[in-house]
């Protein structure tokens, strides 16, 4: 009884599905038309994309990409660069044009020939016939001309993303205030130009605004606030100026907000505190001025603020303490005044403080023992007048800790020994005394600059411990002896293999090790800097064998003997400088026409000899005083 119910209903889904298939009719042929226009339009598809879309067959039942109603009405074509085959997502494109014919598609619903990287030309105004069309997208591509005016009668759009091509003009008015169903406008990254139209707050359904990268200008008009529904907004990377609206604090549903980067004056209105659903807000790289208002304490969601470069002044407010749900602070480059908050030690969720470059004064609040998850705190260039790193750091658990001019005086605190910090920078502060040996006990160490110091005395064997060290700074100090413990220090590779050291400025001696460019920790180095050090001995043949090195310095040391050939095995070197030593022989034709070399300076030896045929333009400085050396762009030799 069973079996039979069971083939019961599986022949009525059969026969309901054939019934189905028998009434729904063949492709129409005004929209097969207008699709093999469109392909015929295209003049590469090397992932055949189109391939199944031919005169013979079906273009309902055959064509991929292609869906119709039971009417045989094409109403989807989607052909976008980026397609999922069997779980992979497979990266395609193709070249060709916008065919007009593509309007006689009177049924369509969603065109998306997004991500083909080369379809290329304008969008075609017929386009604009599509009245039932409620998804666009032709994002990513190399789209040129204007968003067609004939767009205004697409009154059904939903979605429209024409981003990453290169669309020109305004953006039209009338077209953006016909849009009444928008939910979703896409713009970013074209060429567009002229203010955004004030016909924008007609547009009340749309959630999601994104104009970033263009050349908008004129001020945000005041009707953005008539958007109720907006959550995306993001006009950042444009030529925006004037004022924020006080209508902005009317955007209670907005969660992220990206003005960055335009030229954006006057102060923070009070009314950003109705931004209750708010929590992403970057207005960095702008003209804003003025104080803070208190009323940024009332975000209840924000998780990040990110203000940095503008022309913020006066005190930061208390009421920032109340940000309960705060990650990140990003406010450097302004001009802060007056002490940190104290109630920043409630911002129990804070990963990153960035208050560096301003004018902050006076104690660093003890209370900031209490952010047991910050792991970046930079201080670094306001007049704190630190004096000593206070010792309740030593409670943090910092990833990064930037501290440069703030004022420390004397000695490394001892507390550093066991912290797990990974990037500190003490530079420009009046530190003193000898490299700790404690120093190679911070074995989660990857950047350390200390230069603009007073420190002495040699580097300690132990700073070979540091296995993680990729940058390090050290330059106008008094350090002196040899340098072979920074070159001998022990990586886990690649972890810990050099990017950059610079000593320059220090009282080493040489001479430099022969085999530095045979040292593990060598491999990957970019820029070695050791420039005004009492350095004897030769220029090592080895340094040839840094395949990655791009600027090497060696100015004002002792250095003597032959340019080495064997730099020019160093192919990326694009900057050399070795002037004010005593080096002496010719320089060699292989160096002086390594192909990235831009910057070379030879002045100020004992070189001799002509100077070798180059095609890079170098100054005539860059070998002057140099007895014995002549050609250009020194005078020609003397052949007589």
Known sequence: MKISIHSRTLLLLLLSQLLSFLASKACHFVDKQALLHFKHNIISDPSKLLHSWSVSSDCCSAWEGVACSSSGRVVNVSRSGLVSDNDFIVDTYMSGTLSPYIGNLSSLQLLDLSNLKDLKGPIPPELGKLSQLTHLFLDSNKLIGSIPTTFGNLFRLEKLFLGDNYISGAVPSSVIGSLRSLVELGLSGNRLSG????????????????????????????????????????????????RLPQSIGALSQLVLLYLNHNQITGSIPSSISGLNSLRFCQLSENKLRGTLPASLGQLPKIERLIFENNKFS?????????????????????????????????LHNLQTLDLSRNRLSGQIPPQLAKLQRLDTLELSFNPLGLVSIPTWFARLKLFRLLLAKTGIQGQLPSWLSSSSISILDLSSNALTGKLPHWIGNMSSLSFLNLSNNGFHASIPAEFKNLSLLMDLDLHSNKFSGHMDSIFSKESQNPLGQFNSIDLSHNLF????????????????????????????GSIPKSLGKLSELQVLKLVYNRLSGRIQMELAHSTKLATILFSSNNLSGTIPKEVLNLKDLQEFDVSGNQLSGKIPPHKAIFPLSAFADNPGLCGAPLPPCNHS
């Not at 480059?333 to 908050?341: A, D």
């Not at 001696?509 to 004897?536: A, C, F, Q, W, Y």
Request: charged share 15%; no cysteine.
């Open 314 to 346: 006066g005190k930061l407010p208390e009421t920032i303490g109340h940000l309960a749900t705060l990650t990140d602070i990003f406010f450097s480059n302004n001009h802060f005044t007056g002490k940190i908050p104290s109630s920043f030690g409630n």
């Open 195 to 242: 203010p955004i139209p004030t016909s924008v707050g007609k547009l009340v359904l749309l959630a999601k605004l994104d104009l970033h990268g263009n050349n908008i200008s004129g001020s945000i008009p005041t009707s953005i606030g008539k958007l109720k529904s907006l959550i995306y907004l993001d006009l950042s990377e444009n030529q925006i100026s004037g």
């Open 509 to 536: 001696t040489g001479p430099i090790d022969e085999d530095i460019g045979e040292r593990s920790t060598m491999t990957s180095i970019k820029s070695l800097v050791l420039s005004h050090n009492p350095l004897r």
